[in-house]
């Protein structure tokens, strides 16, 4: 098992910058994986980025292509989310996950989730 806890949620305004951390703890050596999603009201839960665990190679959605960007920090069994430029449309709530196998960016093909962090970004 692997539990996933982020925090760096807030509320913003547009044009601001934000950082999400997500701590991983359990059998952290099992992740290939680990990204982030984000959710609102009435929606489907999106992917936003991704970061393989043993290289540094990185996947994000179109939408936050060149705003965002995802980082890790092994050591630490942390990944974090650098959210720049930020906009009204970005406000969700955003999910930590990992995965055991790179499976695609689809939700099923996720192991392990987070409780989510609010994020807000006022106009």
């Known amino acids: 098992q692997v539990q996933l806890v982020e925090s760096g949620g807030g509320l913003v305004q547009a044009g601001d910058s934000l950082r999400l951390s997500c701590a991983a703890s359990?059998?952290?050596?099992?992740?290939?994986?680990m990204g982030w999603f984000r959710q609102t009201p009435g929606k489907e839960r999106e992917f936003v980025a991704a970061?393989?665990?043993?290289?540094?190679?990185?996947g994000y959605a179109d939408s936050v292509k060149g705003r965002f960007t995802i980082s890790r920090d092994n050591a630490n069994n942390t990944v974090y989310l650098q959210m720049n430029s930020l906009k009204p449309e970005d406000t969700a709530v955003y999910y930590c996950?990992?995965?055991?196998?790179?499976?695609?960016?689809?939700?099923?093909?996720?192991?392990?989730w987070g409780q989510g962090t609010q994020v807000t970004v006022s106009s």
């Open positions: 970061i393989r665990r043993n290289d540094d190679n990185t």
């Open positions: 359990g059998r952290t050596f099992t992740m290939y994986l």
């Open positions: 996950a990992a995965a055991l196998r790179d499976m695609g960016r689809s939700v099923r093909s996720w192991d392990y």
